[in-house]
């Protein structure tokens, strides 16, 4: 069975209460804590969409997110920030990087959702 | 043994003039000498004086100079200090690296002839670049550990286990907006609780004091703290002394005056202790 969704974020309460969430609304999705590990499980995962958070130990967002996009079966993947950071620079450069979308938290799930409908 | 000193306190750009005098006006450097080691934090208008002293010393410079975030009050004074210029020096920068662009890169991209006549690889000294992320690090023996904090671009708080001190120092950071706290309506974290961890029980903390809390509300998402975020940031970390940090350019001595007095008032409203300064150029603290 494919997965629709792989959310990355160091902060588990958070993964946990989004996975709930998207998982309400029908989809199927896996979460990684750790993004440095994440690039070794993304191709065996295979999601139709990324949700990446920005500021996480070993490798921030925007490393991940190029690396990811770097990788031949990644290029055109689509990316969703789901950032704290409400700077404008940081969004223009995840959409630099390739990210479709920068949100930033606390996001209204429905927000977080239609997004999501836009790839899946 | 050692002490740590501040050579630039203030915020976004050098402020000189008479109105500055007692703060002063140069943009961050503090130093820290400990058990032989020079540690430089920030290499903002502050550097170019620490330089001077050190050439003073006449002996040899190892530095390791930590680089919170590459705005340009924490990277200008690099094209200004000598010590960098003289062979037989080594100064090794430590930092962030973006992801489209290394520490090396934007360090020397302000030494570009168009901006300074004089060159990155024309510097004497031998010029080390180590790109950190969030983690805990051992280099050369001095033992810290770093955060990203909320301000535009990879922006570095650190914590140094100094011998017998703990110096947390974060230089430019905006509180997480917690008006909502997850819920199956929002969903977010609450994402000061990470930086109320990483302060914890330090015996000093240097941090972003920048605005008074009508002004952080007309400067929302700028990057920087009002004073009574900081204040109790501190209290519910339980630090030994806050150093208000990164004086508004727009505040005179009068104004950071006033700031420090209501910081303190704040801690006293409350049922604990709290020692506080605000930065000073010049100020030493002993470790
Ligand atoms: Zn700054
Ligand atoms: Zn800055």
């Known amino acids: 069975m494919s997965t629709d969704i792989v959310l990355i974020d160091d902060n588990e309460i958070h993964l946990q209460t989004t996975r709930r969430i998207l998982q309400n609304y029908g989809f199927s999705v896996e979460t990684l804590s750790d993004p440095v590990q994440s690039l070794e499980l993304l191709p065996v995962i295979n999601p139709r969409v990324i949700i990446l958070d920005i500021m996480m130990p070993g490798m921030d967002g925007f490393h991940l997110l190029k690396s990811i996009k770097e990788l031949p079966q990644f290029t055109d993947i689509p990316v969703i920030i789901l950032s704290g950071k409400q700077f404008s620079p940081d969004k223009r450069k995840a959409l630099a990087l390739g990210a479709k979308e920068y949100l930033t938290k606390p996001v209204n799930s429905r927000d977080l959702i239609s997004e999501i409908k836009k790839h899946i | 043994m050692g002490y740590l000193k501040f050579w630039g306190v203030r915020g976004s750009i050098p402020t000189p003039g008479p109105s500055t005098m007692r703060y ?100 004497g000294a031998e010029l080390n670049f180590r790109n950190l992320s969030e983690d805990t690090y051992t280099i050369n023996d001095i033992r810290f550990e770093t955060l990203y904090v909320n301000h535009p671009g990879n922006a570095l708080g650190y914590k140094f286990y100094l011998k017998d001190t703990s110096v947390v120092y974060i230089s430019d950071n905006e509180p997480f907006d917690t008006s909502a706290v997850a819920s199956e309506e929002m969903l977010g974290e609450d994402g000061n609780q990470k930086l109320i961890d990483f302060v914890k029980d330090c015996d000093i903390l240097i941090h972003d004091a920048q605005y008074t809390q009508e002004e952080y509300e007309k400067h929302r998402t700028w990057g920087h703290s009002p004073f009574t975020f900081t204040v109790d940031v501190a209290l519910q970390a339980n630090v030994g002394q806050l150093v208000l940090f990164h004086h508004d350019p727009l505040h005179d001595d009068n104004a950071v005056d006033t700031i420090l007095e209501s910081a303190r008032q704040r801690v006293h409203n409350s049922d604990k202790s709290l020692n506080i300064i605000a930065a000073q150029e010049g100020l030493e603290i002993a470790l």
């Open chain 2, 24 to 123: 002063g006006g140069n943009t961050s450097c503090l130093e820290i000498q400990c058990d032989d080691k020079l540690l430089i934090l920030d290499a903002g208008s502050g550097l170019r004086n620490l330089g001077n002293a050190l050439m003073g010393k006449g002996q040899a410079i190892q530095a390791h100079v930590f680089i919170t975030h590459m705005h340009w009050d924490h990277i200008q004074g690099i094209p200004f200090f000598t010590p960098a210029y003289i062979p037989g020096n080594s100064i090794t920068f430590l930092g962030a690296d973006e992801a489209d662009r290394s520490l090396q890169s934007i360090i020397s991209g302000q030494m570009d002839p168009t901006y300074f006549p004089i060159e990155l690889d024309d510097m």
